[in-house]
């Protein structure tokens, strides 16, 4: 076996174990040193672990956007109705104060996270809905924003940083997209299909080596917010498993028995869907309420830890979905 395929299983492999590692490693050097170069350096490693993965998609790929359009509408009413209803009832039940019930609400209406679409690509799933479904809820946020925001506010306006939301959708998914379907296009062109199956292992490679470095990135940026609010993790850590625990669960059932959704696009209304973009909504917090959005803020950090844990946890359960659903369609 070639040496970048046994790096690549060995990285895939023990994906949970490496993402708690960057994790912590981010947590220490961020509380210990002041690791505000790490801010500057999250936006390009979403570039570099993105990019990879859209070169799975073809120009041929592109043309059946169409196919997609099921997924499209489950994932667009679970980000916009049910994730804010979910939110709002645990936030009651679990009486969480005032100000984490606000955050949890502007949260629930967020866009993708910046490792949606790697978490796609390394499922296995269906990156031209992926794609779509992350699109879409990036221009919808960008109405979704103010309404929630008008209503945990109590009737104030609320001011989205439009050009924060433009150039975050341009990195994390029209860069990528571009470049990767080029990509893909020049290997084949030059080498033929069979070539692009041979350089395949490095993409993934690369997805998965930035992803570990993101990680440490992000909590290294965020260190010190997150460590002196430990005590919130009290309550936002059955809160965030309870929420993600109800919402992958109703998704296995409704795509495998409902929908009839393939794996692959199950997969990608998943990924594209329960994980939240942490950085857009600290960035409305921060723009709409000030210093209190500032304080607020703490509340998305916590939740980006456990989002990362149970997301990857839930890679790792992959060959147990693809079983499921293949299962469900031999049935049907």
Known sequence: MPAVQRIQRNLSKNMLLYCILSIVAGLVTGYYFKAKWACSLITPT??????????????????????VL?????????????????FYGLSEIFSAPPRMEAALLLLSVAPASSMGLGYVGLAGGDMLAAVTIVASAFL??????PLMGYYVARGAQIHVPTQLFLRSLVMVLVLPLVLGVATREYIERRGGPGKFKEVKPYFSLATLTGLYILLYFIFACKARLVVSHYR????????ALIYYGVVISLLLVINSRLLRLSYEQHQAVVFTSVSKNVALTIAVLATAFGETGKFMAVYPAIISIIQ????????KLSEGVRGLFQASQSTG
């Open 140 to 145: 919808l946020s960008l109405v979704a924003y």
């Open 308 to 315: 990362a844990i149970t997301l990857v946890s839930y890679i």
């Open 70 to 86: 099921k997924p499209l509408a489950e994932a667009l009413i679970l980000n916009f109705l049910v994730a804010p209803a979910l």
């Open 46 to 67: 979403v570039f570099f672990m993105v990019y990879p993965m859209m070169v799975n998609l073809s120009l041929e790929s592109l043309k059946k956007v169409r196919t």
């Open 232 to 239: 919130d993790l009290a309550v936002l850590t059955p809160l």
